[in-house]
């Protein structure tokens, strides 16, 4: 049997927080084990488990790897509102005028994630 892969690691200075950030995004919940203040927490969904570890570095660079979300029963660009309306910011714009192309925020503490058009849009 292979390695497959458990959790995708986050390093971030608030895990519980942030956390908390992605179990909105990801229409989850953060783990009952964790806390306010604990070093960590986990977010389980249906694509994929993410563990929020604190650190007390600050992020400095771009991601050298980042999430790519895709809609499930919504368009890109309402996702798109919906996530900033949870506290993400824009980062980078590609939508092209014919349809294509992904939007790529940031979360509360500036890690890069992209929304990409829905599988119901990507068929039209």
Known sequence: MTSLVRHVTIDCSDA?????FWAQVLDSR????DKPGDPEALVESAG???LFIQVPEKKSVKNRVHL???PQDRTRDEEVERILALGA???DDQRRPDGTG???????EG??????????????
Request: charged letters at 30%; one cysteine or more.
């Open 16 to 20: 519980y927080r942030l956390a908390t």
């Open 30 to 33: 953060v783990s009952d084990d």
């Open 48 to 50: 994929a488990c993410l």
């Open 68 to 70: 790519d979300l895709q």
């Open 89 to 91: 910011s824009l980062f």
């Open 102 to 108: 992904w939007v790529t925020l940031a979360d509360p």
């Open 111 to 124: 890690n890069e994630f992209c929304v990409e058009r829905s599988k119901a849009e990507r068929a039209e």
